[in-house]
């Protein structure tokens, strides 16, 4: 099954205690993104990937790392987590490449972080 | 840059009635639209899009949407709605091109009650 998986779905942790979020997928996807939501936030781009070793901020960067080592996953690093990044996280992929199958994500089901 | 906004937070309707959610756009250039739904407790799934072609595009589960270019609108409609499209909805833009992200609106909750 086409799917994209992020683990871990639940998360709470305390300030400073590093953390990562898996995310994998097994469409051979060139475009990878992460993603909060936030209540009335709507979602925002963190930081995307557009191919192996190829990333780039999003909209909200700050206090996150990502890298792209291999094209299936796209791992997102709270080097020092702080309670403002409490929020629901999702990875998303993409083809790239042509407008019939561009910019058409599909999501994993999401990663809810509490920091305390 | 691109933005989208969607005019309303909150849409309460009852079953059966039809629904419009609301979405507009601004973008310098040719653009991509597209609507995804979330679920309850799940992720995100695209309910339909458009890309060029015909401004009237359907979509999964009996939902459709009109582009209109000279109101640079994005309109989602379904004329009969059940309790399970209790969601909510996001509405999302793309300049085009292969390499292009999403900008998304901050959502519509559709509550839909008996």
């Known amino acids: 099954e086409a799917q994209v998986t992020q683990n871990p779905r639940y998360l709470i942790t305390v300030t400073g205690k590093k953390l990562t979020v898996t995310c994998s997928q097994n469409?051979?996807?060139?475009?990878m993104s992460w993603y909060r939501q936030d209540p009335g936030l709507g979602l925002r781009q963190i930081y995307y990937?557009?191919?192996?070793?190829?990333?780039d901020k999003g909209d909200v960067p700050e206090g996150y790392k990502v890298s792209r080592k291999e094209k299936r996953n796209f791992p997102l690093i709270l080097e020092s987590p702080s309670p403002n990044q409490t929020s629901l996280y999702f990875c998303?992929?993409?083809?790239?490449?042509?407008?019939?199958?561009?910019?058409?994500?599909?999501f994993g089901a999401g990663s809810r972080l509490t920091v305390l | 840059a691109q933005s989208v906004t969607q005019l309303d937070s909150q849409v309460p309707v009852f079953e059966e009635a039809p629904v419009e959610l609301r979405c507009n756009y601004s973008?310098?250039?040719?653009?991509?639209l597209f609507w995804y739904v979330q679920y309850p407790n799940q992720g995100l799934q695209l309910l339909l899009k458009?890309?060029?072609?015909?401004?009237l595009v359907k979509g999964i589960n009996g939902f459709e949407a009109e582009f209109n270019k000279s109101q640079t609108s994005f309109h989602l409609r379904k004329p009969s709605v059940h309790i399970s499209d209790t969601a909510e909805y996001f509405c999302?833009?793309?300049?085009?091109?292969?390499?292009?992200?999403?900008?998304f609106g901050k959502g519509t909750m559709l509550l839909v009650s008996p």
């Open positions: 998303a992929s993409s083809r790239t490449g042509g407008a019939s199958g561009a910019n058409v994500l599909t």
């Open positions: 469409m051979n996807h060139e475009y």
């Open positions: 990937s557009m191919n192996v070793e190829v990333t």
């Open positions: 973008s310098s250039v040719s653009v991509y």
């Open positions: 458009y890309l060029s072609g015909s401004t």
């Open positions: 999302a833009v793309s300049d085009g091109g292969g390499y292009s992200t999403l900008t």
